[in-house]
């Protein structure tokens, strides 16, 4: 980890800037896997399943029987920790649901505006060396509320063709039934074209690794919407001498453990506090499982030193994290500055587990800078809002000169002719 | 107009296909203007006005004095009209705000969430024909309410080297000062990229050709958020016998009269119907000026008689129109019904321009089927929503077990850590 002393913005930017993603390599072996998924269907998924998984798959749909066993399988202990956390992530998006607006905007004229789910959509949980059913409640528990009328998870099997309990369990227990056996870009070709297993979705979540996102983003050109650009996770802690070094550390190692690519960057406040906090990482990384993947992040991530408040939330929003932690005295003030950020941990006891959990924010977060312009995955990922309106006779002999003037003005004469045409029969009904 | 009689699912899709957009061409138009704006800047913007509006551009932002010129030209009455559209979609989408949700999950575990304004947008307003006035109040009203730091207006010059000034006059009324005269893809390449008289911003918003759409596109591969897709405008009206066919004809045609691409679509509840509207049409027809822009229009639609009002439903919501017309006896239930689309307009006297212009509704919607999985534009495009939460000592001694059993479950070591180094310290410190 690089120490960098009060940078210039410059200097931050480049010390600070993200690795550029290659895609055009990626696109050139998920575009064929997306064509042989859209003729061929299940045979394809299949064939990939073997070529890639390395393993034969006779069913792709996970059974019943296959869900049963799974409950038995789980360790009461974790499945009363999948139960809190589905209860707080539940109570904290189910209270995000707006209700329906509807407004006499002038007399006779009411303005509505009302979410509607989003019929079909895809959840993607990777697999891997981890089995990530925290994604399943991340995803799965705002699809339920919102009323999504299909919803389908994605996820790739083990040698074994087996998908792991944790997974299953979770699925089952927020009532999602129908949990595919495909993974990779073969896996979100098929929720953009539909197969014979697996229905095409209208909307495509979840995190996945260089293939899924490349496959993600070419389903965007066929009229699928996804969750966001994906990027690789990041952390930026902003920690003064109230900060604890120890707690500092193993936050900022918490994201280094992510993966290869992660990026962790430490804001401090003097270089007594950065020296505390890298030497605190330093003892702590060593009694990590992960600690190759660990330190190969650490090689991407740099130690800012920031002597002044306003030059630190500056950088901050300029950077716009995927997660913020601030421990700083100051830090009401701070956390009103800050513009950009995905989300934001708040304090020496609130680590960023946490929320990548069980407190009951969401951990589908924008990376890469789209901090900026998206917002991480909520009950509003899943809800498209509709507008409406009613005009009554009243209504449009109020408004409908507006209307006429401004068509006119605009020369779409069709458009001013709508409104004169029932003017002009109000008139002659009198 | 081709006219099909109770369609069965296979026909109606074939039927109501939306033309495809072929984009490889144009990217290849596009691709080198981004470039060139990226590396020259303002020198670009002026060399392409020349290039493609035929017009030397001195100064690329609008003066103080064309500002204050545009007011003494505007019509009173069109001034009048604008401020009451103005005020109708100020009312209306300031009441989308959704207020901060604060909420404790559980003891000593708080979790909020803020909507906090994207900090710069980008509003492309097209030239062309027309001067859209409408789409400036569409865009930077909502703009404005939601706080957005900086509001950049970029639109085409005539021949002479002027913006209209009924879009000078909107965008002053609204507070927007800067306008810059660039248009085309190279407009859409000055707010992505930034250069000397026009920056760079985090989300575009507004319509515009092909080359428009194009250069966004790419412009999202650059870290810039886009509204929505793009596609020609539609609207599918559903009429039965107690419809007024004249009405029905009128706004058939005020969607037709956009452009040549306009697809329209009547779906009506019996022959009689359609025979009437289709009669009226070719008789208001006539006495437009954009006739033949509509008269093409017109060859890529199709009136669909449908018999049964649940197989209506069924193909209003397969097609997702972006505006929908109901002008049916049993409107409550068939809006019910309606999952899919991007604005309703409901009853016989509610034509689509009321909201095109001024009811207080958006404009901005999605086409080509995008209703499906995208809203229209509202207050919510312009805001991204960030998490926050905080912690206690208590709060993570309650929480803390539940993380780091999930943690190690995903085997994520360092996860679980971040929690078991804060109870140890709590332990500890008692």
């Given at each position: 980890m690089k120490t960098i002393y009060n940078p210039t913005r410059s200097e931050w930017t480049k010390a600070l800037q993200r690795p550029i993603q290659k895609t055009k390599a990626i696109d050139k072996i998920v575009k064929p896997i997306m064509r042989k998924v859209s003729r061929m269907g299940d045979k394809a998924l299949k064939k990939f399943a073997l070529e890639y998984d390395h393993v034969t798959i006779k069913t792709l749909l996970v059974s019943n029987e296959e869900v049963l066993k799974a409950r038995e399988q789980i360790d009461p202990k974790l499945k009363e920790a999948i139960l809190v956390a589905k209860e707080n992530i539940e109570k904290f998006h189910a209270a995000q649901a707006q209700p329906d607006l509807v407004m006499e905007v002038m007399e006779g004229v009411t303005c509505m505006r009302k979410s509607v789910p989003i019929q079909r959509v895809g959840l993607y949980i990777p697999g891997g060396t981890a089995p990530l059913f925290s994604t399943v409640l991340m995803l799965g528990i705002p699809a339920n509320l919102a009323g999504c009328e299909e919803i389908v998870i994605c996820t790739p099997p083990d040698k074994e063709g087996n998908i792991h309990p944790a997974i299953l369990f979770t699925a089952d227990l927020i009532g999602i039934d129908k949990i595919v056996k495909a993974g990779g870009a073969q896996a979100i070709a098929a929720m953009t074209f539909g197969t014979e297993s697996v229905p095409k979705v209208d909307k495509i979540f979840g995190p996945g690794n260089q293939y899924v996102t490349a496959a993600k983003q070419l389903a965007t050109k066929k009229g699928v919407a996804i969750d966001m650009p994906a990027g690789p996770s990041e952390v930026l802690v902003y920690a003064d001498s109230s900060a604890i070094p120890s707690f500092v550390a193993a936050d900022l190692l918490s994201q280094a453990?992510?993966?290869?690519?992660s990026q962790v960057i430490l804001v401090a406040s003097s270089e007594k506090v950065t020296k505390k906090v890298l030497k605190e990482m330093e003892e702590q990384l060593?009694?990590?499982?992960r600690k190759d993947i660990a330190k190969r992040a650490l090689d991407n991530s740099v130690a800012v030193i920031m002597g002044k408040e306003e030059n630190a939330i500056e950088l901050i929003n300029d950077y716009a994290p995927e997660h913020l932690i601030i421990c700083v005295e100051n830090e009401d003030f701070v956390v009103s500055q800050i513009?950009?950020?995905g989300s934001i941990f708040i304090g020496?006891?609130?680590?960023e587990s946490a929320g990548d959990y069980?407190?009951?924010?969401?951990?589908t977060l924008p990376t890469y800078g789209y901090a900026k312009n998206y917002s991480g995955v909520s009950l509003d990922s899943f809800v498209k809002k509709i507008t409406y309106q009613k005009i009554t006779e009243k209504g449009i002999k109020k408004l409908g000169p507006t209307v006429e003037i401004m068509a006119a003005n605009e020369l779409l004469d069709a458009h001013k002719n709508a409104v004169s045409i029932r003017l002009k029969y109000l008139k002659e009904k009198k």
């Open positions: 453990e992510h993966g290869v690519d060593e009694n990590l499982p513009v950009n950020a020496n006891f609130t680590p069980a407190s009951g924010t969401n951990h």
